[in-house]
């Protein structure tokens, strides 16, 4: 019970904090990769608050054996650079592009996103599915998981 | 972009961050959205299921709610709903295939200087430039 307590709470932080840094407006996001326009350094501001605690956490996490609701904490990350990696990435970064949204925004922003909010959403669940028959075309190793 | 935007940029960012470490120190899981809704979709991780279940909740709910209450926030997306679809689609595809995204790669894989997370991002950050440069001033679509 516990573990969804703070499973909650720290998706409702996740959201409140995506909606104040402006990162659930897709013009900043396409600002940000907008560099020959009118580029706008939002989301630098945004990544480089968020990496701070987590840094932080990391190092604390170095020195536990287990999380403090007993869970295992994440093994060490893996150094394998696969073709899955870097084409999924690509892909990412060009759907990314086109819409201004990424997989959390687009979560966040779903109450006051309307018709398209629900259209891209919908539209990026399909990917994921389309995802685990395309892994295996490509050969992807399925112990990789990064997050 | 003003002051302003920068100052609650890195505020947001912090919360974000502070997430992102109650989620790793507390439950031991790492704050992907893409892996967690992913997981939850293929259910390729049924132990997490209820703490993904919750997650996404807190998630979806209290932006929702904070707009309810009045916050201006606007998503401003495109009204171009081919555009829209396509997007989505690529971005589900790309980031289950990677295995993570903006949160999961982005910032608690560049925290922990993870290989894959720093070249994943690398990637995703060049495609995406890449992708506005045509998209926008060359094509005039977006």
């Known amino acids: 019970m516990a573990r969804l307590a703070v499973a909650l709470l720290a998706g409702a932080l996740f959201g409140a904090g995506l909606l104040l840094s402006g990162m659930t407006d897709t013009r900043k996001v396409q600002g940000w990769l907008d560099i020959f326009g009118e580029w706008n350094p939002t989301l630098a501001f945004v990544l480089a608050g968020a990496i701070l605690p987590m840094t932080l956490a990391w190092r604390i996490a170095a020195r536990q054996r287990a999380a403090l609701l007993g869970r295992m904490l994440p093994a060490p990350a893996s150094r ?11 892909l990412f970064g060009a759907g990314w592009a086109l819409a201004g949204l990424c997989p959390g925004p687009a979560l966040a922003s779903l109450g006051y996103g309307g018709t398209g909010g629900v259209v891209f959403l919908l539209a990026m669940a399909a990917g994921m599915l389309t995802a685990v028959p395309a892994a295996a075309r490509l050969g992807r190793t399925p112990q990789i998981k990064d997050a | 972009m003003t002051l302003a935007d920068w100052a609650r940029g890195f505020a947001g960012g912090l ?7 109650i989620f790793l120190l507390v439950n031991g899981r790492i704050m992907g959205a893409s892996g967690i809704l992913g997981a939850l979709l293929d259910g390729s991780d049924r132990p997490g299921r209820a703490e993904h279940i919750a997650f996404l909740m807190g998630l979806v709910g209290c932006p929702a709610l904070l707009w309810l209450l009045g916050d201006p926030a606007q998503t ?12 989505g689609l690529l971005v589900g595809l790309g980031t289950r295939l990677a295995g993570g995204c903006t949160s999961g790669h982005g910032v608690c894989g560049i925290s922990r200087l993870a290989p894959r997370s720093l070249a994943a991002t690398a990637v995703y950050l060049l495609s995406g430039a890449a992708t506005l440069l045509i998209a926008r001033h060359l094509l005039g679509v977006i």
């Open chain 1, 80 to 90: 394998r650079i696969d073709r899955p990696l870097l084409i999924g990435s690509a």
């Open chain 2, 15 to 21: 919360m974000i961050g502070g997430a992102a470490a």
């Open chain 2, 76 to 87: 401003h997306l495109t009204g171009n709903l081919v555009v829209v679809a396509l997007a």
